[in-house]
């Protein structure tokens, strides 16, 4: 051998002694080359956590080695980005996790705050598979008190920095963009620092929404100021009812203000305010609501005129009411006055409990719930449900029978096979429960697979 090839050799053998073991863990859990598919996503992204782990509990004893591996697997994950499907986004959590533990190693480390915010909002400025996608909802957690206020005040900057930028046919180059991206990052941020002035500073700025309302109330309220809370509260409702399509802080507004009126001491006005919003839209939800404000003494009499002021409410709220309180009669004579085509309209998640708790005192009733739910999956042509279809009929069959009402059963018998005849493969499950063997009696997979593992092992020849 040459001396070249020798030294070669030991030059190879040499770096690869200095390579820090967990690096080569790194790689072997990425397989590089190899494309992951949506399917084995899952699989993948734990492997890739059980690494992350072990270079997790470094932080505490080695640091400095923490963060180099961070930054090693970092770079092997943007490097293996285009080699994944994320349909699931698991693999862009496990990224985000990532940073998150490079921030924590930085920290442990006694690195200087403003260069590890430099260095994380570089990140997400270079974010080419929006891996950093508002990653500082998550990094608010792990940073410590100086690490947020380096990078409130860096965020702060770029925010104020957007005067100053000039479109270039780029959206994320766009002033407006801009102010809305790091507007939005702050207020994340103001609120993990509890900074309820500058978050005020901030909406007025930019300009409150409804979500920034009760951002701030919910702040006020923590600093025990119930006044100005509820200030913002009623600012919050009002945008919302201004706003053309409402917002998504309509319901928390309105918790929150019922709230405030009882530490404020005028329980009286959160209770007509909480029976104000029940009567708009009775549900079971808001049924709840209402009884968080009515004196223990008074709920019987407060239930009564919420169940007869609920009798306007669609069929299913209504049902769900019922089914909640426990109303089982006037549940029972609900069913009893609805049509079926109207029933079958239905969503199971309100039917299916229903049918369940009536099949005892009401089988028939019970019945025409069950009949319901499996004629509303084939008539929608829905065949990836046909066998929760066929469970449905199964109990149906059983209830109408239990009731006395075998014509009934052989009447939806007769309506199934006239008007679904063409869907043969759920016709012939059908055609078994008619002849008595439904998809209760037919053993289950597992049940399957056990008598066939025990046919396949060898037999005892003693």
Request: proline share 4%.
């Amino acid at each position: 051998m040459t001396v070249r090839g020798l030294s070669g050799r030991l030059i190879g053998r040499q770096k690869h002694a200095d390579t820090d073991p967990l690096e080569r863990e790194i790689e072997l859990a990425l397989n590089p080359g190899v494309f992951i598919p949506d399917g084995a996503c899952f699989s993948f992204v734990g492997a890739l956590t059980e690494v992350a782990v072990k270079i997790e509990t470094l932080t505490d004893t080695d640091p400095t080695r923490a963060i180099t591996l961070h930054e090693t697997f970092l770079a092997g994950c943007y490097e293996k980005a285009e080699e994944v499907d994320d349909s699931s986004g698991s693999f862009g959590q496990c990224v985000d996790e990532l940073f998150c533990g490079w921030i924590k190693a930085r920290q442990a480390d006694g690195a200087d705050p403003d260069e590890t915010a430099t260095r994380l909002l570089g990140w997400m400025d270079d974010d080419r598979y929006g891996f950093c996608y508002h990653l500082e909802r998550d990094a608010v957690g792990v940073f410590n008190k100086a690490g947020l206020a380096a990078f409130v005040r860096q965020v702060r900057g770029r925010l104020d920095g957007a005067a100053n930028a000039t479109a270039d046919g780029s959206s994320k180059d766009r002033p407006e963009y801009i102010r809305r991206r790091w507007g939005e990052a702050l207020r994340t941020l103001y609120l993990a620092q509890e900074n309820c002035e500058a978050y005020v500073a901030l909406a007025e700025e930019t300009g409150p929404t409804a979500q920034d309302c009760h951002a701030i109330a919910t702040l006020l309220v923590t600093q025990c100021q119930p006044k100005e809370s509820l200030a913002w509260v009623e600012r919050g409702i009002d945008l919302n009812k201004n706003s053309l399509h409402g917002s998504m802080a309509s319901s928390d507004l309105a918790k929150l203000k019922l709230e405030i009126l009882v530490k404020l001491g005028r329980g009286n006005e959160a209770l007509d305010a909480a029976w104000a919003g029940y009567v708009e839209h009775p549900s079971k939800y808001r049924y709840d609501n209402l009884m968080r404000f009515v004196p223990q003494a008074e709920r019987p009499k407060w239930h009564e005129r919420a169940i007869g002021a609920a009798k306007g409410a669609n069929l299913q709220s209504l049902m769900e009411l019922l089914l909640s309180t426990k109303e089982l009669e006037r549940l029972a004579d609900l069913v009893r006055q609805s049509k079926d085509s109207v029933i079958e309209g239905l969503s199971h998640y309100a039917t299916e409990p229903v049918a369940q708790q009536l099949e005892e005192p009401h089988p028939d009733l019970a019945a025409r719930l069950w009949r319901a739910q499996g004629m509303r999956i084939v008539n929608a042509k829905k065949s990836k449900y046909y066998a929760a279809a066929l469970s449905n009929f199964e109990s149906a069959k059983r209830c109408f029978e239990r009731a006395g009402l075998v014509t009934e059963w052989e009447k939806t018998v007769h309506q199934v096979r006239a008007d679904h005849h063409r869907k043969t493969g759920f016709l012939s499950g059908f055609e078994r429960l008619v002849a008595g063997a439904g998809p209760r009696d037919e053993p289950s997979f597992l049940e399957r697979a056990k008598v066939r593992w025990a046919a396949r092992q060898p037999r005892d020849n003693k």
